[in-house]
């Protein structure tokens, strides 16, 4: 089981800021089977980026993807109102998928 | 538009099963697996397994093996999970998903059934 670790566990920025998350897998993953969801209290998670780097239909830009290796970072350039939630990764590679623990962006 | 459409909210004592649906409405899903995740209250995204619907084909995780079952009704296109043994440790609000149909990428999901576990 590829396990996701992300990181830091939560974020205080302020609107405006850039946001770095991370999300480092136990094992390598090839093609780069990585998704990213956003999710607000009382929601279902909300796909933003698939293939590691894919925005989903919808997405605004400030929101991207990359990978380096094991390690895979979702930026969100400057940080609206909006975007203030827990964000998760989530492999699916091969089987088992996995999630990562989750990312809180709070308002600081 | 595709919306998943899941049964609603369930009270079991432990010890007990419990099975979730799930329905697909609107446009007519063509290749794609059903996802079942589960979120503890206050906790994380956790995936359970997967089904494709069309040939039946399950994958697990590990944690779940011999208490879950992931089956799907084709005349009727809807998904069910079935949790079995159940502990106060299994209280969550479980979705289903359909990420992907037909290699494009949507990102659907349920809008959550709450099980609750409590003697």
């Known amino acids: 089981e590829i396990v996701l670790t992300q990181s830091p566990g939560t974020l205080s920025l302020s609107p405006g800021e850039r946001a770095t998350l991370s999300c480092r897998a136990s094992?390598?993953?090839?093609?780069?089977?990585l998704a990213w969801y956003q999710q607000k209290p009382g929601q279902a998670p909300r796909l933003l980026i698939y293939d590691a780097s894919t925005r989903a239909t919808g997405i605004p830009d400030r929101f991207s993807g990359s990978e380096s290796g094991t390690d895979f970072t979702l930026t969100i350039s400057r940080l609206e109102p909006e975007d203030f939630a827990v964000y998760y990764c989530?492999?699916?590679?091969?089987?088992?998928?996995?999630f990562g623990q989750g990312t809180k962006v709070e308002i600081k | 538009q595709v919306q998943l459409v899941q049964s609603g909210a369930e009270v079991k004592k432990p010890g007990a099963s419990v099975k979730v649906s799930c329905k697909p409405s609107g446009h007519t899903l063509i290749s794609y697996y059903i996802h079942w995740v589960r979120q503890a209250p206050g906790q994380g995204l956790e995936w359970m397994g997967l089904i494709d619907p069309s040939g039946g084909s399950t994958s697990y995780a590990q944690k779940f093996q011999g208490r879950l079952s992931i089956t799907r009704d084709t005349s009727t296109s809807t998904g069910y999970m079935e949790l079995s043994s159940l502990r106060s440790e299994d209280t969550a609000v479980y979705y289903c998903a359909v990420l992907r149909d037909n290699g494009v990428w949507y990102g659907y999901w349920g809008q959550g059934t709450l099980v609750s576990v409590s003697s």
């Open positions: 989530h492999h699916y590679g091969r089987f088992p998928q996995t």
């Open positions: 094992q390598s993953v090839s093609s780069s089977p």
